[in-house]
């Protein structure tokens, strides 16, 4: 595994933005990023597939293009609820927490539980992602008139509370507007 993660960060290094990466290192709490675009992480993602125990691996690594791959490969099946909340634990970006929900925490098992949990606590990342999951959820599902209710409530809610930081309020808006009105 350690040679895994080894011919990884060769690729990334390989495939760096200089530009990139100073932008997000004078911006955002990366321990390590090199400035790879999206689509160069999804195409590496394709190459190793899903695997639990890499993902696992990447994830550890604190380094923002390993973090996103980690999200791509894990295997949704292989993540629980007690998962989630380890990764939630250690998300500290915006970018990584809707890069998460969209890869990864859309699909497993426990998705709008875990949604309605991080949307109901005090923490913006948490709320962001959490509403993340449920803009996701909802393009492809519907949720049940309970869930759709509470979540009407949470939003106005968010949307009403002047200490709802920009990110949260934003989200919560597009979907008190968009998803949820075609679902009433």
């Not at 990466?21 to 004078?26: F, G």
């Amino acid at each position: 595994m350690n040679n895994t993660i080894l011919d990884i960060k060769k690729d990334l290094r390989a495939a760096m933005n200089g530009v990139a990466s100073a932008a997000m290192r004078s911006t955002a709490d990366y321990r390590v990023n090199f400035g790879v675009e999206l689509p160069r992480l999804q195409s590496m993602a394709q190459e190793y597939g899903k695997n639990h125990e890499l993902a696992q691996s990447l994830w550890k690594e604190s380094v923002r293009e390993c973090r996103i791959l980690a999200t791509m490969i894990q295997p949704a099946e292989q993540f629980d609820s007690d998962f989630a909340d380890l990764w939630m634990d250690s998300i500290h970006t915006l970018e990584i927490a809707q890069i998460a929900a969209l890869h990864l925490f859309q699909h497993i098992n426990c998705a709008a539980d875990k949604a309605f949990q991080w949307i109901a606590s005090d923490d913006e990342i948490r709320q962001v992602t959490g509403l993340s999951i449920l803009c996701h959820l909802l393009r492809r599902t519907s949720l049940n008139p309970r869930c759709i209710n509470e979540l009407t409530d949470q939003l106005h809610a968010l949307t009403d509370d002047d200490n709802t930081p920009m990110s949260v309020r934003r989200l919560a808006t597009n979907l008190l507007q968009g998803q949820l009105s075609h679902d009433a």
